[in-house]
């Protein structure tokens, strides 16, 4: 409701200096609610040309207004007190309220905070206030920004968040941008420990995840097991320790690394499936380039291309054109790295 209301507020500045308004499904709406709002009886519309028709009454002046109110409390009511909530809010009012008023959006913005929500005004508008002057920080402090690497910059952002909202107020905003850097960090220390083989490597990932998601870490695992799992797959140390392994090893390496991400028994099945297809791809794939190989040290021109057809429709059926356009485009698939569990 709230992305209509914005919808419409752009529709109709864009169209006020070139056609009449017109009635439409939002106002009728917007009426609706005013009447259920104030209890009294919605009028139904007349037929046009009727006779003695009444003249439309003109619709409430915080009609608008107080269907974004009912909106907003439907969206946002429940969990209104978390700060991350009301900065989503914030953020969307902001753009309503820029389209709908582009000299005095700030004014009208906070006059409707203190009618919408006059218990919880101060620490909407405070929060406005400090939301407006870290974006002009932000924009300040671009190029400096720019100019700084990854760990630096994070460094500099996180003491402007903490000077601008508060330590603590600035955690709870951008709780989630810290867990992640706070799994990337664990992440790049178990990179590091050559000394762990892989499956202690697993626990340590699994232990660091549930001191930085707390109670919540079984329910952020269940919503992201295949980003999670990528994650540890994608480490450089854990490649290298896949490939060294014997086959049957590697199989029940993986399958070890999605039972712990909480994968179930189907996906399990699946993922094994998968892994066969991978592995008898890959080998074709191998096969194929010590063919072509062979063949390009004897032929050349047309005649390898002609004989390049057959060995490519021999071993990839249908994709057999696929890599022949990668091929001509310098992309030799089978060259590459192996990813396990990835590709």
């Known amino acids: 409701m709230l992305g209509l209301l914005v919808g419409w507020r752009l529709l109709s500045m864009g169209q006020a200096s070139s056609t009449p308004p017109a009635p ?13 709002a104030t209890g009294a009886p919605a009028s139904r519309p007349s037929a046009p040309g009727a006779i003695n028709a009444p003249v439309p009454a003109p619709a409430e002046p915080d009609a608008e207004l107080e269907l974004l109110r009912l909106a907003l409390l439907e969206r946002f009511g429940a969990r ?13 009012l902001m753009r309503y309220f820029q389209a709908r008023a582009p000299d005095r ?8 905070l203190r009618k919408a929500f006059p218990g919880q005004y101060e ?17 300040a402090n671009d190029a400096y920004l720019r100019g700084l690497d990854s760990k630096q910059r994070r460094s500099a952002v996180w003491d402007a968040r903490n000077r601008l909202f508060g330590r603590e107020t600035a955690a709870r905003l951008w709780a989630s941008e810290l867990k992640h850097h706070a799994v990337v960090d664990a992440l790049r220390v178990l990179d590091a420990r ?7 490597k697993l626990s340590a990932y699994k232990a660091r995840l549930g001191e930085i998601h ?5 329910d952020d695992l269940a919503r992201h097991p295949q980003e999670t799992m990528n994650r540890f797959l994608d480490l450089p140390s854990v490649q290298r320790e896949l490939t060294g392994m014997p086959p049957v090893e590697r199989a029940r390496s993986l399958r070890a690394v999605r039972e712990a991400m909480g994968l179930d028994d189907e996906a399990l099945r699946r993922w094994s499936t998968l892994d066969q297809l991978r592995d008898a791809r890959w080998e074709a794939g191998r096969r194929y ?22 060995v490519r429709a021999r071993y990839f059926g249908t994709e057999a054109d696929i890599i022949a356009q990668e091929e001509a485009g310098g992309l030799f698939r089978f060259t590459r790295p192996r ?3 990835r590709n």
């Not at 209104?80 to 909530?85: I, K, R």
């Not at 620490?123 to 924009?139: F, G, S």
């Not at 707390?214 to 079984?218: I, K, Q």
């Open 194 to 200: 050559d000394d762990l083989p892989l499956p202690e």
């Open 105 to 112: 959006w700030r004014e009208e913005l906070q006059a409707f």
């Open 339 to 341: 990813q396990w569990g």
């Open 123 to 139: 620490a909407l508008a405070t929060l406005l206030r400090d939301r407006m002057d870290y974006e002009r920080w932000v924009k």
């Open 214 to 218: 707390g109670d919540g870490a079984r």
């Open 24 to 36: 439409d499904a939002t106002g009728a709406q917007r009426h609706a609610v005013s009447a259920a």
């Open 80 to 92: 209104l007190h978390e700060p991350s909530v009301q900065l989503r809010m914030l953020e969307q």
């Open 289 to 310: 380039m010590e063919e072509r190989e062979a063949l390009a040290r004897t032929l050349t021109g047309d005649l390898l291309e002609a004989r390049l057809r057959e």
